[in-house]
C-alpha cells in the first residue's frame, strides 16, 4: 500500500517570506518515484518535479528547492522569497515501480501569499 | 506544443442525468489518465489507457462510469446515470508512455456539479 500524507493544510504567508511544504510517504517497495505538482486556481496540476527513489540529492529551481530523505520518508518543498503568484495549492505524489502504476496524491496544501 | 485539451470546462446537470467528458492529450503521447479531484482532495486516478488499451480501472465506478479511447488518441469519460456524489473536478492527463516514473501533464479540467 502506498500513501502519502501533507499535515498542513493551509499555510499563510507575507510576500517574500520563505515557506517550506511538508510530504511524508509510505512505500514497501524500494523502487518509486516522488513528485510535486501545483495546482493555480485556474485548475490545471502543473508539473514541478520528479525523484526516483535512488537520487538523493536536493535540487534547486531558482526559488524553488527540494529536501529528499529517505530516511524520514520525506519529501519536502521549500519556496525561498514567496510571491503572490506562487499562492496555489500544492500536492505531492508517489508513484511505486511494479505496482499498479497508480499514483497516489496527497490531499494538497494550500499556499496563500498576500502581498 | 498544445497541452492537455479538455471540454466542457464546466457543466451543471441534475441527479440521474448523464454526462460525457472529452479530452485530447498532448501529440504522441501514448498514455492518458481520467482522475476525478473531489474538493479539497488530491486528483485519484479512475482509468489509465495505453494507446487504445485499459491498463488500470480499478477505481472507477463501473456501473455508472465509462471511459473509452477507441483510436489511441483522443478519449470520452461518461457518467450515466449521475449521482451528487460525482460532483468533482474530472482531469485528464498524458505522458509519452506508460511507465511508473512518467511525469503527467495535465489539462485544466471539466468542473461538474450535480444537483
Known amino acids: 500500500a502506498q500513501k502519502v500524507t501533507q499535515a498542513q493544510t493551509e499555510i499563510s504567508v507575507v510576500e517574500k517570506e520563505d515557506v517550506t511544504l511538508d510530504c511524508v510517504y509510505e512505500?514497501?517497495?524500494?523502487?518509486?518515484?516522488l513528485f510535486w505538482y501545483k495546482q493555480p486556481p485556474s485548475g490545471e496540476l502543473v508539473f514541478l518535479i520528479r525523484?526516483?527513489?535512488?537520487?538523493?540529492q536536493n535540487e534547486i529551481s531558482g526559488r524553488y528547492s527540494w529536501n529528499f530523505q529517505k530516511s524520514t520518508s520525506s519529501f519536502n518543498f521549500t519556496i525561498t522569497a514567496s510571491q503572490v503568484v506562487d499562492s496555489a495549492v500544492y500536492f505531492c505524489?508517489?508513484?511505486?515501480?511494479?505496482?499498479?502504476?497508480?499514483?497516489?496524491f496527497g490531499r494538497g496544501t494550500s499556499l496563500i501569499v498576500h502581498p | 506544443e498544445a497541452g492537455v485539451a479538455q471540454s466542457p470546462r464546466y457543466k451543471i446537470i441534475e441527479k440521474r442525468q448523464s454526462v460525457a467528458f472529452w479530452c485530447n492529450p498532448i501529440?504522441?503521447?501514448?498514455?492518458l489518465y481520467w482522475y476525478q479531484q473531489i474538493l479539497g482532495q488530491g486528483p485519484k486516478l479512475l482509468i489509465q489507457?495505453?494507446?487504445?488499451?485499459?491498463?488500470?480501472d480499478s477505481q472507477l465506478p463501473k456501473d455508472r462510469f465509462s471511459a473509452e479511447r477507441l483510436k489511441g488518441v483522443d478519449s470520452t469519460l461518461k457518467i450515466q446515470p449521475a449521482k451528487l456524489e460525482d460532483s468533482a473536478v474530472y482531469l485528464c492527463?498524458?505522458?509519452f508512455g506508460g511507465g511508473t516514473g512518467e511525469t503527467q501533464y495535465f489539462g485544466p479540467g471539466t468542473r461538474l456539479l450535480v444537483l
Open positions: 512505500t514497501r517497495d524500494t523502487t518509486y518515484y
Open positions: 492527463a498524458s505522458s
Open positions: 525523484r526516483n527513489s535512488f537520487d538523493e
Open positions: 489507457f495505453q494507446n487504445n488499451g485499459v491498463v488500470d
Open positions: 505524489a508517489l508513484s511505486e515501480w511494479g505496482g499498479s502504476y497508480i499514483p497516489t
Open positions: 501529440s504522441g503521447h501514448a498514455t
